[in-house]
């Protein structure tokens, strides 16, 4: 909070560009503003170069994850989200970055996994199948089916245990900004879904659509995916209708069988709220503030009733066989209790600080835990997200009790050879990408020739640069791998293969003319 009333942070998420000498030179608010980032980083960049401002040297990173050995043998990389099929013993884990379901058995012994465990989009059978990022995962015991949000494919993916087989539903590898929908299958495009709800009497999934604030729906009888709740708007708005209703990042979403409804962690708004399913309407049990809906930063860590309460960052809500509410507060390392009746919230376990610590739950320790799922014996299960681990919370009247699932078995995917793929540098919005043919030529000279529209010419100021990219690093050398176009446009480099196997090299070009700055991109 200090770094943000120093900036004058008003708003989430707000991006700071701060120059070497440690002015702000740009402060942009919310979300879609990637062309303008990119604009302004560039011009940065190249106005520091010039100046000679910049140090090229990497920074010297200490990250907690390499600060605790637990955490590098752990065979999970920060788990998102749970399922379990209790009538069959089994636990399914999104393991999240390490692009796989994991399965195995309640007490934690390995059965199989889905995905490759490479990233990508790609349905088939398990051992070929290719998730990004996959976050929340609901169980559908009678077709023994499970639903994935498969967050940055931004698709809804089903994994079929009868003939091990992963097939998309909806969504197709783009990001959308489609706010109504109404498509049917892979036609439908969503937008980072994060979590997912499966409904048997409605034979249809509920999609907490974090990437654009919204709660949708897709019907398993025709295939076709709507928004149900939510006007795409970044507020805390409770309305009776879904178009008079906002949500700030849904990240959870959990069905309340005895309410009808659908319970919603609003992450940015730091509460937790209620879908009626007929209206599209919601409203809210704790936290969050419910006077104005545009204000996001009501968060903290309090026990209390209703509106008095303070959450932070919640991922993670699940309706238990007790009519209890179990959250996952995340940002507050604590797994709390809400009852839908009174409202009231209490911590269960969880001390408030990040830690990795099992025993009774106000002295356990979590870190930033992601989801939460119902065993049905008097457990939850709990994914550790930051500790990447699975913890088991004990409940009974003296109160919970934290311990870690071992598992048994699980291995973290094997190192994988490296293969040529695609150079993932971000583009600006603007950029143009033309594509040569490649050779097979084991040495030879490259010549770049950069023309301008006519009326246009080179800036004399700023010059035009260019660094070149290669795939696999160690397979061919193009040089000078960085310098600036001479007056005319021209450069010359050389490139000798190394090895034999297939390569890759990108040359990026950065163009400057006289009276405007365009980007042009030469493969």
């Known amino acids: 909070m200090y770094l943000w009333r120093e900036l004058g942070v008003n708003s989430w998420p707000t991006f700071v560009l701060i120059g070497p000498n440690g002015k702000v030179l740009a402060q942009i608010s919310g979300e879609g503003h990637r062309k303008d980032l990119d604009e302004v980083i560039g011009a940065a960049l190249e106005f520091y170069e010039e100046k000679k401002l910049l140090q090229n040297d990497p920074l010297p990173l200490a990250l ?292 990795y610590r099992d025993g009774p739950g106000l002295t356990a320790q979590l870190s930033e835990p992601a989801g939460l799922v119902e065993v049905g014996d008097g457990r939850l299960l709990v994914a550790d997200t930051n500790n990447n681990t699975i913890r088991y919370i004990t409940l009974s009247d003296k109160g919970a009790e934290v311990k870690t699932l071992e598992l048994i078995g699980v291995q973290p995917p094997s190192p994988k050879p490296k293969v040529l793929k695609r150079l993932r540098r971000r583009l600006s919005a603007d950029t143009d990408v033309i594509n040569v043919d490649g050779g097979s030529s084991k040495e030879g000279f490259l010549s770049l020739a950069v023309t301008v529209p006519d009326g246009y010419h080179f800036s004399k100021e700023a010059r035009s640069k260019f660094d070149v990219e290669t795939e696999p690093p160690n397979a061919v050398e193009i040089e000078p791998a960085n310098g600036f176009l001479n007056s005319e446009g021209l450069a010359s480099l050389k490139f000798r293969r190394i090895s034999s196997s297939l390569s890759m090299g990108r040359i990026n070009c950065k163009v400057v003319t006289w009276n405007q700055q365009c980007h042009l991109l030469i493969c």
């Open 64 to 355: 907690e994850k390499d600060k605790d050995s637990r955490l590098l043998t752990s065979p999970l990389k920060f788990p998102g989200k749970l399922a379990v099929d209790v009538q069959n013993n089994r636990l399914f884990i999104s393991d999240s970055n390490h692009n796989r379901i994991v399965v195995t058995n309640l007490e934690g012994q390995f059965i199989y996994q889905v995905g490759s465990s490479e990233e990508g989009l790609l349905d088939g059978p398990f051992d070929a199948a290719l998730f990004n990022r996959p976050q929340g995962i609901a169980y559908n015991s009678k077709r023994n089916i499970l639903y994935v949000a498969d967050t940055e494919n931004h698709a809804l993916r089903e994994i079929n245990f009868v003939d091990e087989t992963v097939r998309t539903l909806a969504g197709n590898g783009t990001k959308g900004s489609d706010y109504r929908g109404g498509g049917q299958g892979t036609n439908q495009v969503l937008n980072s879904p994060w979590d997912v709800c499966y409904d048997p009497a409605e034979e249809a999934v509920y999609i907490a659509m974090a990437g654009q604030h919204q709660i949708w729906k897709h019907n398993l009888h025709d295939g076709i995916t709507k928004v149900i709740s939510g006007d795409g708007y970044e507020r805390n708005l409770n309305g009776s209708s879904a178009t008079s209703t906002s949500f700030a990042q849904p990240s959870g979403i959990s069905l309340a069988f005895e309410m009808h409804e659908l319970l919603v962690a609003d992450s940015e708004s730091s509460s937790i709220r209620v879908v009626n399913l007929k209206t599209g309407g919601s409203r809210l049990l704790a936290g969050g503030d419910p006077v104005f809906p545009e204000n996001l930063f009501r968060f903290g860590d309090y026990d209390g009733t209703g509106s008095d309460v303070l959450l932070q960052h919640p991922l993670g809500v699940v309706y238990a066989n007790d009519n209890q509410v179990y959250i996952a507060d995340s940002y507050n390392h604590k797994i709390k209790k809400l009852d839908p009746v009174t409202r009231k919230v209490t911590t269960i376990a969880g001390t408030g600080s990040a830690g």
